[in-house]
């Protein structure tokens, strides 16, 4: 049984690397258009429980249902369908690809979901000016600013209109002022397009942003209690 309403639900989730257990007993879940924030120290298991969500890893035991669907069931061609069609990444360093320009890297979602190249390219440009990047859209990734790099990573995020965006960190590698546009104008795209967000974050300011914060310790998520 999923929560009422629930998109994404991981129950009892294990997972060790060797001797080192990342996940002990996990639970996690996040309705439609819900932004929840994970939180935790560093090694706490924080990216592990979103690469278990993401169906990038499969965890030892324990269930994660997309929809009545069981990522843990799926076969690996059937885990990177889904993360193609269903999902948006943003990563802390962008990890955009260095040899196409930001437009192209914009495009590569829809263009991989088999949307033509014209227009493709016209509604990446889209999500780059309401990202505040139009003008790197010839530009390769080595030759726009950490800000601007991530803000297109934003744009390819949404591009491809997921239902369930996971950003591991997206603020970590940018200064104060830029972190908290990009986190600004992730959650209203997300909020805009009804997508959830899962937030991986150390940082208060960024959990901020969510409408609810989980913390990881010791491979273990909990509510955070007394937020209304
Ligand atoms: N690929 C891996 N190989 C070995 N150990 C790993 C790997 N990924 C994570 N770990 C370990 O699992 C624990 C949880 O890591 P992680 O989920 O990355 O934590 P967080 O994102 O909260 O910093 C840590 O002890 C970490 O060293
Ligand atoms: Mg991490």
């Not at 009422?4 to 991981?10: H, I, K, M, N, W």
């Not at 843990?72 to 990890?95: E, I, K, N, P, W």
């Not at 890297?105 to 390219?121: H, M, S, T, W, Y």
Request: some cysteine.
């Amino acid at each position: 049984m999923t929560p009422a309403g629930s998109l994404l639900t991981a129950r009892a989730l294990h997972k060790a690397y060797g001797s080192t257990p990342a996940l002990d007993g996990a639970d996690f879940s996040i309705h439609p258009g819900e932004v929840v924030a994970v939180m935790g120290p560093s090694g706490s298991g924080k990216s592990t429980l979103l690469h278990c969500l993401a169906g990038i890893i499969r965890p030892d035991s324990g269930s994660v249902l997309y929809g009545s669907r069981d990522l843990t069931h799926m076969s690996d061609a059937q885990r990177s369908a889904l993360r193609r069609s269903d999902y948006g990444f943003v990563f802390q360093f962008g990890q955009l690809v260095p040899e196409l320009t930001c437009l192209e890297n914009v495009a590569l979602p829809l263009r991989l979901n088999g949307v033509k190249r014209k227009e493709a390219e016209e509604r990446s440009l889209e999500w780059l000016e309401r990202l505040e990047v139009g003008e790197v859209r010839a530009k390769r990734p080595g030759e726009v600013s950490g800000g601007q790099g991530q803000r297109v990573a934003v744009a390819r995020a949404l591009a491809a209109r997921p239902r369930v965006i996971f950003a591991d960190e997206p603020t970590g590698a940018l200064d104060s002022l830029n972190g908290e546009r990009v986190m600004t104008l992730l959650t209203e795209a997300a909020r805009d397009t009804n997508a959830a967000v899962v937030l991986v974050t150390h940082e208060a300011r960024v959990a901020a942003y969510s409408d609810r914060e989980v913390v990881v310790r010791d491979g273990q998520a909990r509510e955070m209690a007394g937020l209304a």
